[in-house]
């Protein structure tokens, strides 16, 4: 009897938990079982094995075969495990030293002729592999991907022939390169493009310098869209840490996660009519949805008072806790969702009104109803909204260039942000606002509690003032908050000042 032990990694939410294929090769009618809660692309995957050792030149052993995906109470699904299971076989008949797959973890599906085709989750696979102190090989297309965690080496291998090849000493490989880290993206839109609209232009400054969450409101065509689509160019660089958290998250989605894209703040845009699912994610085998996908960068809502209230309702709690929690019969999966919310709407059913050049022809009822798609506990957890005026055509129409650009409101930006890191070592948009009233004057709280009053607003729409406040001085290189920083951050509650829109406290 011949026993070989083969390590690899199962793929649960973004988690990489490891997977032993224990490999047993006994006397009796030749078979291949394959045990420990495989699904159908798990079990399939004794034909492709055997149909990719014989291609490769290597005997299939004509025994009783048994393999057990250890541990057993972890369901195993797609042909991750191919790999493991050929080097398996291999080495239980001693075509290959099972003393050199010690230290090392594999994974990757067999085509028939023996070449490795990529998997979901390297990401993690490697991460886990860092962890256990082994080296990882896996499919070619996996592999930029893969060294991203550079905490092992990682090697790519393009065919089953080559990797054992590797594994007889044969032939010498090189740990695949690590990429460096990205900065602003190359292409981004630059913010000198937006003519006019000074004030969306200076929110847009305040969102990226305290990572808050932001609303447009205003008549189509008034460039909320196009600012929204500046604001990853004047956000600050990734730490490595976001980035690889942010990659992880990408190399669970149906694509994959671009290497080139490595370093760069995601920007996710999903349309109006995405449902709930699409969203937080889900499935029989969870997957993040579009929240976790902007995962330490940008979700951007366009239309948000066309999207189904039920749709928007999900937002809240990661909006507070960074999380969501996928739950099903059999499984539970926990995805980060730690993003900055942008979006954009109409003042009304129509879009014209407030709009000088155009008549509304909504009635008030149309335009509560509109408004109230928004639920006022959804709106307390956006800590600015905008309204954006349509601009005369003498401002469209300039020559001269009416704005900074991106780079220089992004040089403004670090400069604040990193204050607030050496301060409280966040973002202002997850300081507790006990901490901050301790950095503000008296009156400057006492301002902030009239409008409060005012607007009938709650205590959670207290403190994102409060953070909004904090931002806007850091950006004005001032150590404590002052009413005038107040009354700015108030100025970007344009919803509560409607009449009847204040949000209910909950």
């Keep these: 009897m011949s026993l070989a032990v083969v390590h690899s990694r199962a793929l649960v939410g973004v988690d990489a938990p490891p997977v032993d294929a224990e490999v047993h090769l006994a006397g009796g009618l030749p078979s291949l079982s394959i045990v420990g809660l495989p699904e159908t692309a798990v079990k399939e995957s004794k034909d492709r094995v055997r149909a990719a050792l014989q291609n490769a030149g290597f005997e299939f052993p004509q025994r009783r075969i048994t393999v057990n995906l250890s541990p057993a109470d972890l369901p195993k699904e797609g042909g991750r495990y191919d790999l493991p299971i050929a080097l398996g076989i291999l080495a239980a008949s001693k075509q290959l030293p099972s003393a050199a797959l010690e230290g090392h973890e594999f994974l990757g599906e067999l085509a028939l002729g023996g070449a490795l085709r990529p998997v979901r989750g390297a990401l993690p696979a490697a991460i886990g592999a860092g962890t256990a102190e082994r080296a990882l090989t896996l499919p070619a297309g996996n592999a930029d991907e893969a060294a991203l965690a550079a905490v092992t080496p990682v090697y790519a291998a393009e065919h089953l022939l080559g990797v054992c090849s590797r594994i007889r000493g044969e032939t010498e490989a090189e740990p695949h390169p690590v990429p460096a880290l990205g900065a602003a993206p190359p292409d981004a839109p630059d913010l000198a493009d937006v003519r006019g609209q000074q004030q969306a232009k200076r929110a847009l400054e305040i969102a990226a310098a305290g990572g808050h969450n932001l609303l447009f409101v205003g008549p189509p065509g008034t460039g909320k869209s196009m600012l929204a689509a500046r604001l990853p160019g004047i956000l600050p660089p990734m730490t490595r840490a976001e980035a690889?958290?942010?990659?992880?998250?990408?190399?669970?989605?149906?694509?994959?996660?671009?290497?080139?894209?490595?370093?760069?703040?995601?920007?996710?845009?999903?349309?109006?009519?995405?449902?709930?699912?699409?969203?937080?994610?889900?499935?029989?085998?969870?997957?993040?949805?579009?929240?976790?996908?902007?995962?330490?960068?940008?979700?951007?809502?366009?239309?948000?008072?066309?999207?189904?209230?039920?749709?928007?309702?999900?937002?809240?709690?990661?909006?507070?806790?960074?999380?969501?929690?996928?739950?099903?019969?059999?499984?539970?999966?926990?995805?980060?969702?730690?993003?900055?919310?942008?979006?954009?709407?109409?003042?009304?059913?129509?879009?014209?009104?407030?709009?000088?050049?155009?008549?509304?022809?909504?009635?008030?009822?149309?335009?509560?109803?509109?408004?109230?798609?928004?639920?006022?506990?959804?709106?307390?957890?956006?800590?600015?909204?905008?309204?954006?005026?349509?601009?005369?055509?003498?401002?469209?129409?300039?020559?001269?260039?009416?704005?900074?650009?991106?780079?220089?409101?992004?040089?403004?930006?670090?400069?604040?942000?990193?204050?607030?890191?050496?301060?409280?070592?966040?973002?202002?948009?997850?300081?507790?606002?006990?901490?901050?009233?301790?950095?503000?004057?008296?009156?400057?709280?006492?301002?902030?509690?009239?409008?409060?009053?005012?607007?009938?607003?709650?205590?959670?729409?207290?403190?994102?003032?409060?953070?909004?406040?904090?931002?806007?001085?850091?950006?004005?290189?001032?150590?404590?908050?002052?009413?005038?920083?107040?009354?700015?951050?108030?100025?970007?509650?344009?919803?509560?000042?409607?009449?009847?829109?204040?949000?209910?406290?909950?």
Aim: hydrophobic share 40%.
């Design 244 to 506: 690889l958290s942010a990659a992880t998250v990408g190399s669970l989605g149906d694509g994959g996660f671009d290497p080139g894209c490595w370093g760069l703040r995601p920007f996710r845009s999903p349309h109006h009519t995405a449902s709930g699912a699409a969203l937080v994610g889900g499935g029989t085998h969870p997957r993040p949805g579009e929240i976790s996908l902007a995962h330490c960068g940008v979700l951007f809502l366009d239309e948000l008072a066309e999207f189904d209230r039920r749709v928007l309702e999900v937002l809240r709690e990661p909006l507070e806790t960074g999380r969501i929690t996928i739950s099903r019969a059999a499984r539970q999966s926990d995805f980060p969702a730690r993003f900055q919310l942008v979006a954009a709407m109409n003042p009304c059913p129509c879009g014209q009104l407030g709009d000088p050049a155009a008549v509304c022809q909504c009635t008030p009822d149309q335009i509560r109803r509109y408004l109230g798609r928004i639920s006022g506990p959804l709106l307390d957890r956006i800590d600015m909204h905008l309204e954006v005026p349509r601009l005369p055509q003498s401002a469209l129409r300039a020559t001269v260039q009416s704005g900074e650009a991106s780079a220089a409101v992004r040089e403004r930006v670090l400069a604040a942000r990193e204050s607030a890191l050496a301060r409280h070592g966040q973002s202002n948009a997850g300081v507790a606002g006990a901490a901050l009233e301790a950095e503000a004057h008296a009156d400057a709280l006492a301002e902030l509690d009239r409008v409060v009053e005012r607007l009938g607003l709650s205590a959670r729409a207290w403190h994102r003032i409060l953070r909004v406040a904090r931002t806007i001085a850091d950006l004005g290189g001032t150590e404590r908050i002052e009413s005038a920083h107040i009354a700015e951050a108030a100025a970007y509650r344009a919803l509560d000042r409607r009449a009847g829109r204040a949000p209910r406290p909950e």
